[in-house]
C-alpha cells in the first residue's frame, strides 16, 4: 500500500472539502492533491526517490503538510525534526537520516546547512502515488530521549496506515471531523491527527504555535469538535477559558496523551469542553498504542486496556534488596510491574535507525518492546501508568512513584503543577521533592497538613518543597524532570 492513496481517495469523496488550514490559507482536499503533486514533482527533480529519506525542520504550517504528502505520494520517507533544537543537533538528525532532500525553516537554513523550505515550492506534478509495500518507509521521527543522541524510529507505511485506523476508532471520529494541528509536526501526537483527519474527510487546522487565548478563538471560529493534546495544553486552555469572557466551549470529543491526566484536570476540562467522548492515549512513537481508555471522567488518568492491535504485559520488578515487608508496590493486593507491549501489533516499528545497541536494551528475543513505565492492574483489570522505572523514587526502603504524590499535590485548591523527584538524603537515601506551582503564596506547612489528610501514606509525602513560577517542559508539553534533578537546590 502507500498512503498517497489515502490523499487520492480523499479528494475524490470530498474534493471541495477543506483539508488543511493555517492562519492566512484555506487548502481543500482537490487542492491538497494538486500541490502535493506538484512538491513531489520537485522533490523527484532533486533526486529524491522511493525509500529514500526528505527531512525538514520545520514550523507547522500548509507547507509542512503539503510536504508531508509529496513524499507519501513518491513513497519517499517523511523525517520531521525539532526546529527548536540546537544547530549541531538538527545537523546530527539529517546526517544520521542520510538525508536525500534537508530543507528548514529560513532563519535556520544556513546555520545547519539546508535548502530553505521555500524552494521547494512545486514542479510538474509527479506521476502517482508510487506502487509501495506495506513495510517500506513512510515516516521517521526522532525521539529526544533522556541521555545521549538522538534515536530515529523508522515507520512503516503500514504502521502508520494501522495506527491512523487505531485512531480513528479509539477516539471515536466522524466523517468531516475538524480537529487543532498545534501539536508540533515532528512528534507523533500531530502526526497521528494530521493523518486520521485525512482519513476521515476531515480538516487539520494548523497553528505554528500554541497560544491558549489564541487557541480559544480558533477552536470557536474553525468549529473543532475534536481535541488531540498533552495535558499541559489543556491545562493552559482551562486556565484561559477561566480567565476569559467564555464560560465554556463545547468540543464533542476530547483526548490526550504523554502523560497521566490529573483528577482535577479532567473535572476542569469536563466543565469547559462538555465532552462526549474523553479519551486518555497510552502509547509511543515506537508502537503508536500500548493502551486506550474511553471514560475519563470515570477514572480519571486510567490507561485502560490494550489498544485494537496490541498485548500488553506486566513484568515483575527486580526484588530490591533494600525493600521491607511493607513494600509500596503493593496497592490493594496489585503488584507494580514494567509494562511491555507486544511487537507484533500493526503499529509497531521493527527497530531503531542504525541502532543495534538500543535495539538490545529495548526489544526482548521474544518480541516484546520494553516501555520503561511502571503499571498496575486494578481490580477491574484497568492498566494505571505509575511513572517511569528510571523516576521511581526509592525513600527509606520504600517504592514511591511521583504521580500518586502528584495528583495528591493538584488536588489543593492552591496548587496548579506539581512535580516530585528524590534528591539524596544521607539517612533515607532519597527524599521526596515536590516543585510546585501556585496561584497564591502558600506556606508549605499546608501542603504537607493536605497530604496528611488525604488517602496518601505518610511516607509518600514530599519532605521538602520547592515553589517555582514554571516547571521544565518539552515543546510537546512532556515534563523534563531530569531538569528539576539537576537543580541545585537553594
Given at each position: 500500500m502507500n498512503l498517497g492513496q489515502l490523499l487520492v481517495a480523499a479528494a475524490e469523496r470530498h474534493p471541495a472539502a477543506e483539508a488543511v488550514v493555517d492562519a492566512g490559507e484555506r487548502l481543500t482536499y482537490a487542492d491538497l492533491l494538486e500541490r502535493g503533486r506538484g512538491v513531489a514533482g520537485g522533490l523527484a527533480g532533486l533526486g529524491v526517490k522511493p525509500g529514500e529519506r526528505v527531512v525538514g525542520a520545520l514550523r507547522n504550517r500548509v507547507e509542512t503538510v503539503v510536504l508531508y504528502w509529496a513524499c507519501q505520494w513518491l513513497g519517499a520517507c517523511f523525517v520531521p525534526v525539532n526546529w527548536r533544537l540546537k544547530p549541531d543537533e538538527i545537523r546530527y538528525c539529517a546526517t544520521d537520516a542520510d538525508a536525500t532532500v534537508f530543507v528548514a525553516e529560513p532563519h535556520l537554513a544556513e546555520q545547519v546547512g539546508a535548502r530553505p523550505a521555500a524552494e521547494l515550492s512545486g514542479g510538474d506534478p509527479a506521476p502517482g502515488p508510487s506502487d509501495g509495500r506495506d513495510g517500506e518507509p513512510s515516516l521517521m521521527l526522532y525521539t529526544s530521549g533522556t541521555s545521549g543522541?538522538?534515536?530515529?524510529?523508522?515507520?512503516?507505511?503500514?504502521?502508520?496506515?494501522?495506527?491512523?485506523?487505531?485512531?480513528?476508532?479509539?477516539?471515536?471520529?466522524?466523517?468531516?471531523?475538524?480537529?487543532?494541528?498545534?501539536?508540533?509536526?515532528?512528534?507523533?501526537?500531530?502526526?497521528?491527527?494530521?493523518?486520521?483527519?485525512?482519513?476521515?474527510?476531515?480538516?487539520?487546522?494548523?497553528r505554528s504555535e500554541f497560544n491558549a487565548a489564541e487557541a480559544i478563538e480558533v477552536i470557536a471560529s474553525e468549529r473543532v469538535s475534536a481535541l488531540y493534546l498533552a495535558p499541559t495544553l489543556y491545562h493552559d486552555l482551562v486556565e484561559a477559558l477561566a480567565d476569559g469572557a467564555r464560560d465554556g466551549l463545547p468540543v464533542p470529543r476530547l483526548a490526550y496523551a504523554g502523560a497521566p491526566m490529573s483528577a482535577t484536570l479532567v473535572e476542569r476540562c469536563t466543565a469547559a469542553f462538555a465532552p462526549e467522548v474523553f479519551v486518555n492515549h497510552y502509547g509511543s512513537t515506537e508502537i503508536y498504542t500500548f493502551a486506550v481508555h474511553g471514560e475519563q471522567r470515570a477514572k480519571p488518568g486510567c490507561a485502560g486496556r490494550p489498544g485494537v492491535h496490541g498485548r500488553l504485559r506486566l513484568e515483575p520488578l527486580t526484588a530490591d534488596p533494600g525493600a521491607g515487608a511493607g513494600d509500596s508496590d503493593q496497592d490493594d493486593g496489585?503488584?507494580?510491574?514494567?509494562?511491555?507491549?507486544?511487537?507484533?501489533?500493526?503499529?509497531?516499528?521493527?527497530?531503531?535507525?542504525?541502532?543495534?545497541?538500543?535495539d538490545a536494551r529495548a526489544l526482548t528475543p521474544d518480541g516484546w518492546y520494553r516501555t520503561g513505565d511502571l503499571g498496575r492492574l486494578d481490580a477491574d483489570g484497568d492498566l494505571w501508568v505509575v511513572g517511569r522505572a528510571d523516576d521511581m523514587v526509592i525513600s527509606g526502603g520504600e517504592n514511591i512513584h511521583p504521580t500518586e504524590v502528584e495528583d495528591t499535590l493538584v488536588a489543593h485548591p492552591?496548587?496548579?503543577?506539581?512535580?516530585?523527584?528524590?534528591?539524596?538524603?544521607?539517612?533515607?537515601?532519597?527524599?521526596?521533592?515536590?516543585?510546585?506551582?501556585?496561584?497564591?503564596?502558600?506556606?508549605?506547612?499546608?501542603?504537607?497538613?493536605?497530604?496528611?489528610?488525604?488517602?496518601?501514606?505518610?511516607?509518600?509525602?514530599?519532605?521538602?518543597y520547592r515553589f517555582v513560577e514554571t516547571l521544565p517542559k518539552s515543546p510537546s508539553g512532556k515534563l523534563l524532570r531530569r531538569l528539576l534533578r539537576e537543580d541545585p537546590g537553594p
Open positions: 543522541r538522538p534515536k530515529g524510529v523508522p515507520r512503516s507505511q503500514r504502521a502508520e496506515w494501522s495506527a491512523a485506523l487505531a485512531h480513528v476508532i479509539q477516539c471515536r471520529y466522524q466523517p468531516g471531523e475538524r480537529t487543532l494541528g498545534v501539536m508540533p509536526l515532528y512528534h507523533t501526537m500531530a502526526v497521528r491527527s494530521l493523518l486520521a483527519m485525512h482519513a476521515v474527510g476531515g480538516c487539520f487546522v494548523v496489585n503488584a507494580v510491574g514494567e509494562i511491555l507491549a507486544a511487537l507484533d501489533s500493526d503499529e509497531a516499528f521493527t527497530g531503531y535507525w542504525n541502532r543495534p545497541d538500543a492552591a496548587v496548579i503543577e506539581a512535580a516530585v523527584i528524590g534528591r539524596a538524603d544521607p539517612r533515607l537515601g532519597q527524599r521526596v521533592t515536590a516543585f510546585v506551582v501556585t496561584r497564591e503564596e502558600i506556606e508549605s506547612s499546608v501542603l504537607d497538613g493536605w497530604c496528611r489528610r488525604s488517602a496518601l501514606a505518610d511516607f509518600k509525602r514530599p519532605r521538602e
